[in-house]
């Protein structure tokens, strides 16, 4: 099994970026998935979860209005658009894959899969 991220860099506040993650070894259409986030110093958090179908999905209350997670089981990934980003999203951010649960999981320790992580670094 193996997630690869995607999509991170350098960007100004108020700008943008698209996160993919690409999934291979397993079937994406079968698992729940998720975003999380890591900055130096601190735990790591959820910033958005969708179920297994698609139709339920969470946010951090920190980036709700400005992030949106969505994915495509055809082409096993997972996306996360990422709107007036801010300072206080600049983390290494990791997709998670959960194949024995359906829902939109908030907690990292019901993930199985992990990728290695993206840097996301917002300039003010």
């Known amino acids: 099994v193996q997630l690869v991220e995607s999509g991170g860099g350098l960007v100004q506040a108020g700008g943008s970026l698209r996160l993919s993650c690409t999934v291979s070894g397993l079937i994406l259409a079968a698992d729940a998935l998720g975003w999380f986030r890591q900055a130096p110093g601190k735990g790591r958090e959820v910033v958005a979860a969708?179920?297994?179908?698609?139709?339920?999905?969470h946010y951090a209350d920190s980036v709700e209005g400005r992030f949106t997670v969505s994915r495509d089981s055809a082409k096993n990934t997972l996306y996360l658009r990422m709107d007036n980003l801010e300072p206080e999203d600049t983390a290494m951010y990791y997709c998670?894959?959960?194949?024995?649960?359906?829902?939109?999981?908030?907690?990292?320790?019901?993930?199985?899969?992990w990728g290695q992580g993206t840097q996301v670094t917002v300039s003010s």
């Open positions: 998670a894959a959960s194949d024995d649960r359906i829902g939109a999981l908030k907690l990292p320790r019901l993930y199985q899969y």
């Open positions: 969708i179920s297994m179908t698609g139709l339920s999905t």
